[in-house]
């Protein structure tokens, strides 16, 4: 089992950057995959971004805009927002793959308006 938590969402104008972490705790030997999905309001999830020993993955929406990064020694994973736009507003979930089995924060709500 893995626990996640993040933290750094709140209200940032149209242009402005943001940046996410989740603290990563419990069982933590083998995690493969670690990342953010994002779900706003009446649509279904989706990727964000995905980092694992050897490569990162993006959602074409966020590409060039947004960097994941991931330290292991500390358990945490980051995401590093920038030129956010209304479109970015959703609530953005931590997400760890150990063994096969999917683990997901809570959440952090990311809103970008003027």
């Known amino acids: 089992q893995v626990q996640l938590v993040e933290s750094g969402g709140g209200l940032v104008q149209p242009g402005g950057s943001l940046r996410l972490s989740c603290a990563a705790s419990?069982?933590?030997?083998?995690?493969?995959?670690m990342g953010w999905y994002r779900q706003a309001p009446e649509k279904e999830r989706e990727l964000v971004a995905l980092?694992?020993?050897?490569?990162?993955k993006y959602g074409d929406s966020v590409k060039g805009r947004f960097t994941i990064s991931r330290d292991n020694a500390k358990n945490t994973v980051s995401l590093q927002m920038n030129s956010l736009k209304p479109a970015d507003t959703a609530v953005y979930y931590c997400?760890?793959?150990?063994?096969?089995?999917?683990?997901w924060g809570k959440g952090t709500l990311v809103t970008v308006s003027s």
């Open positions: 980092i694992t020993s050897g490569s990162t």
């Open positions: 419990g069982t933590l030997f083998s995690i493969n995959a």
């Open positions: 997400y760890a793959n150990l063994l096969n089995i999917d683990s």
